[in-house]
């Protein structure tokens, strides 16, 4: 394997590669400035390390397993180990960066806590932490999620916080971004967002990564007691916005024998003007504060994505993902809605694990890609699927 | 970096020429193609004729995120009517026919960077714009990648400042700005109703005795005839946007000249 090794990570002024930056108006600057140069430096503080250790250990479960899934791995005659983020507290990988952040908010003084979501995951993990640590918490959630995605709706609101519909555009998640960060520019002092995606301005696509950077520093040392050595051949991971994807790959990223598959949502194909498929449909732009691909229009207005899985349904990538893209580091794969679904029903009757549609883009790639017996494929079960009962339900008429 | 434009009244930018007029200056913000797709022409010349001095031409963008809820549904309006930066340039292509009045586009980045910011810039330079507003650009990346690319089409753009923004960078803003200052009133979105108070007047105060080398203009909170007298006492000028996009949803187009008196009297 001979790929031309340079900085995948972010640079000191915020990109990776041409991607990245902090596109934002003025009346953010303090705000994402104020950040800018406080994250380091407080994650690298003893106490915050041992504080964020703990919490992840005795609240959220960790470390995840490493599980060798046996049955899959006969099927498709290759060595398959999924990382358990199915079986963090809330459900999905979601409250790795909730829990940094939370820490990283009451480091800076903040009392009241913003965040997005689109199908709930993020916005529950949110909530969690927010209760935790006894903080305000609203969340933004689009008047259309809010609708489809009512048990999440609920969780939130029994866990203190204020849901808030967000009425504008297409009333999903990008609209409910958008309210949050309008939220924060209303209220510049007190408030910290807590952004659930490896998106937004930097150092926003730094922190999340780095906080769910502990998904790959696991990998590593469990696959080492499995296997005998740290690096897999292939680490695999959905991609929305791509914060799982980010945690997966991030200790792999200048490991030249490690290849790295990023899976997006192919919604009804991805020619079929109903997708998600941001690295095939998308174009260079600028989206919730940073430069990055995205789906748009010809005149450079935000299109809406479509993917059966409300956590894939994101018109953009993060910095990091398209730096990734655009160097050829990662290779990109689209999945449909119906590889997705076949795929995770898969999953449940080879190895009793009911997956999050999301996880079930990435499990779809065996059927359309073959991998060598001996080689070792880790791929992150970023979530768990009760959420996402009433369309499996729906989908194959349980 | 700005003598080509200060260099005579000849080759002057309009908006420079407009800042050295002995009095408190008008501008008025509204959505490009809102309430109909083909408004845009006669709102400006309704708006020169009736005594304002500066008019910025607001670029519909799906997802605003500086803006409040009266400009987002002008803005989602206006796409649907099927605006777009290329029908906005056509729209205005003969303007200067018609009107000498300073003309602003403001708008978010990622219309303009899809154009390609120097075909924008060469197009506001044909047509006779006078300068841009893009909020969503950061005063850092301009310098760095754009700013020679304005100068060589003579466009001035207009930096923010907000009541967060401290001395040090508001001085850097100054240095950069070849025009004036945008001064945000408050830590906000656009469309804040609430008037100003003592927090406000500080800030005014503030900037005003910094004696920075660009003028400075309100925007954000102005609404009507007090507020507009309350900011100029301080500015140079003050904007009205979300209170005149309110306006012609209620009442048209056709009284315009109602609502310019009624802030300039």
Redesign the interface.
Known sequence: MTKNMENYNVNEKGYYGEFG???????L??NVEELRQNYLKVMAEPEFQKEFNQLLKDYVGRPSPLYFAKRLSEKYNTKVYLKREDLNHTGAHKINNTIGQILMAKRLGKRRIIAETGAGQHGVATATVCALMGLECIVYMGEIDIARQAPNVARMKMLGATVIPAL??SRTL??AT?EA??DW?????NTHYIIGSAIGPHPYPDMVTKFQSVISEEIKWQLKEHEGRENPDYVVACIGGGSNAAGTYYHFLHEKDVNIIAVEAAGLGVDSGESAATSVLG???????CKTLLM?T??????EPYSISAGLDYPGVGPMHAHLCKTERAEFMAITDDDAMKAGLKLCELEGIIPAIESSHALAIFEQKTFKPDDVVVVSLSGRGDKDLENYIEYFKI | MDSCLRRNDKTMNRINKKLKEDKKLLSIYFTAGYPSINDTVSIIQDLEKNGVDMIEIGLPFSDPLADGSTIQASSTQALKNGMTSEVLFNQLKDIRQSVNIPLIIMGYFNPIYQYGVEAFCKKCQEIGIDGLIIPDLPVDVYHEKYQTIFEKYGLINVFLITPQTSDERIRYIDSISNGFIYMVSSASTTGAQSGFGEEQTQYFERIGNMNLNNPQIVGFGISNNQTFTQATQYAKGAIIGSAFVKHVTNEGVNSIDKFVKSVLN
């Open positions: 930056g902090a596109y934002i108006p003025e009346m600057y303090p504008s555009g990008k609209d958008n960060i309008r520019i209303n209220n510049p002092v174009k260079e732009g600028i989206i919730h504060g748009q010809s005149d450079g207005q935000i299109t």
